[in-house]
């Protein structure tokens, strides 16, 4: 099978990452990359490479999408609490008549 050198997605080709030590510890500890032995790059099937680029293509659309709807329900709750406080608004006026 055909094999593709891509830059480690782990270390982001710098062979090594940085840890926090601990939760109580923020002090930030050098790792050597485990995934691709400090290598920085790593050999993966093609298929594999070729699948792994679909899957993210498919997942930002779909986060896209999600992000989209978010937005428009979030719209929909500023138009209603627009409305709502010009409601208020106008009792308000009411009132002090
Ligand atoms: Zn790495």
């Known amino acids: 099978m055909e094999k593709t ?3 480690c997605p782990r270390c982001r080709g710098n062979g090594y990452i940085k840890v926090l030590a ?3 510890n923020p002090t ?3 790792h050597q990359c485990p995934q691709c ?3 920085g790059e790593i050999m993966i099937d093609e298929t594999r490479f070729k699948n792994i680029q679909k899957e993210r293509d498919l997942l930002s659309v779909a ?3 999600k992000l ?3 937005i428009d329900m ?3 709750q500023k138009i209603y609490l627009q409305s709502q ?3 208020k608004n106008d009792t308000k006026t009411e009132q002090t008549k």
């Open 22 to 24: 601990s939760v109580d």
């Open 85 to 87: 406080l010009r409601k």
């Open 74 to 76: 979030l719209r929909k």
């Open 63 to 65: 986060h896209i999408k």
């Open 28 to 30: 930030e500890m050098t």
């Open 5 to 7: 050198k891509i830059i």
């Open 37 to 39: 032995n400090s290598q």
């Open 68 to 70: 989209e709807e978010e």
